[in-house]
């Protein structure tokens, strides 16, 4: 098993800047892939943006060249780094994780909401 706490989320003005931590937590488990995702009222949850524990990323074409995730494999943190803010970003944020032992497998952190304003 292994934890998720998010943690960086809150209420920003449209254009400004915010940073997501995650940080994983429990005994005996190797991470293969982090990430995150974002769930907005009404609509289903995306992912926003991964990387593997060799530094390979991806994102949703919607937040490229805005948002940049970068992984501390010493402390099992992911981080999202969040630029250009717009009120479509508006969402409850997740933080993902998946095991070497089990990769079809998504642990999820509990959420932290992160709200645009216009």
């Known amino acids: 098993q292994v934890q998720l706490v998010e943690s960086g989320g809150g209420l920003v003005q449209a254009g400004g800047s915010l940073r997501l931590s995650c940080a994983a937590s429990?005994?005996?488990?190797?991470?293969?892939?982090m990430g995150w995702y974002r769930q907005a009222p009404g609509k289903q949850r995306e992912m926003v943006a991964t990387?593997?524990?060799?530094?390979?990323?991806d994102y949703v074409d919607s937040v490229k060249g805005r948002f940049t995730v970068s992984r501390d494999n010493a402390k099992n943190t992911v981080y999202l780094q969040m630029n250009s803010l717009k009120p479509e970003d508006t969402a409850v944020y997740y933080c993902?994780?998946?095991?070497?032992?089990?990769?079809?497998?998504?642990?999820w952190g509990q959420g932290t909401q992160v709200t645009v304003s216009s």
């Open positions: 993902a994780a998946r095991l070497w032992s089990d990769p079809a497998r998504n642990y």
């Open positions: 429990g005994s005996r488990f190797s991470i293969k892939t």
């Open positions: 990387i593997t524990s060799v530094g390979a990323t």
